[in-house]
């Protein structure tokens, strides 16, 4: 009788984990492998044009693709830097990749005549704390902003770093620059910029290899 309430037990224990990460999983989304979509597995081609991370592609993968890893819990919207320059980004405000809760930025590739017919369609928008202003996108361009391919990824896990775990899991920087309340540990070979806070959080930018030094690089030389 004992062996039969032990067993009862551990499937009641499998039932219940099956069920809080069904709950944990945005609507949508799909379930990462054990050990898969981990931020430190990164692949980019040899040519340095194209980049893979999370289970997408930058230069390749669409905003479409992203829903589909990572749910349905989303936004969409078009920024306007405080120079005018205006950009598609999509926003996931809490997704699950890897086993992880974090937020996820994906800026994605739209020509210039569209990004500003998205911007007049959605009205007067609402200002930034940077200075520039958001513009959500309007139901009829949502197929437009779905198709567009993702070139840029911001991660933000909940779970802290260290720089124990940053050089075992991502190696030595090529370089470090300092700023305030943290630093940024820059790996151009994997289009990778990890701002590593002074009290563990991190903020992780990735592009393909060739968009580094203008995307990443050369904008923390400005400031």
């Known amino acids: ?24 999983r945005p609507p949508g989304g799909q379930s990462s492998a054990p050990g898969q979509d981990l931020p430190w597995q990164v692949t980019a081609t040899p040519d340095g044009a194209a980049l893979t991370v999370f289970g997408l592609t930058l230069g390749q993968s669409t905003v479409q693709d992203a829903v589909n890893k990572l749910g349905r819990r989303y936004e969409l919207g078009v920024f306007q830097n405080p120079e005018g320059r205006l950009s598609l980004e999509a926003y996931f405000r809490d997704t699950v990749i890897g086993g992880l809760n974090v937020q996820m930025v994906l800026t994605a590739r739209l020509s210039e005549t569209m990004l ?52 075992k899991r991502f190696g030595e920087p090529t370089e470090r620059i300092a700023v305030k309340d943290g630093t940024h540990w820059l790996y151009p070979a994997l289009g990778l910029d990890l701002l590593l806070g002074d009290q563990g959080q991190a903020l992780l930018q990735y592009v393909p290899p060739v968009e580094f030094e203008p995307r990443l690089r050369a904008p923390l030389n400005r400031n």
């Open 1 to 24: 009788m004992k062996h039969w309430k032990i067993l009862l037990l551990a499937a009641l224990g499998v039932a219940l984990s099956v069920f809080f990460l069904a709950l944990m």
């Open 116 to 167: 500003n017919a998205l911007r007049t369609h959605a009205g007067t928008g609402k200002p930034t704390a940077a200075g520039g202003r958001r513009y959500a996108v309007a139901e009829a361009d949502i197929p437009v902003a779905l198709d567009a391919v993702i070139t840029a990824i911001t991660y933000r896990p909940v779970v802290t770093f260290d720089a124990e775990l940053v050089r």
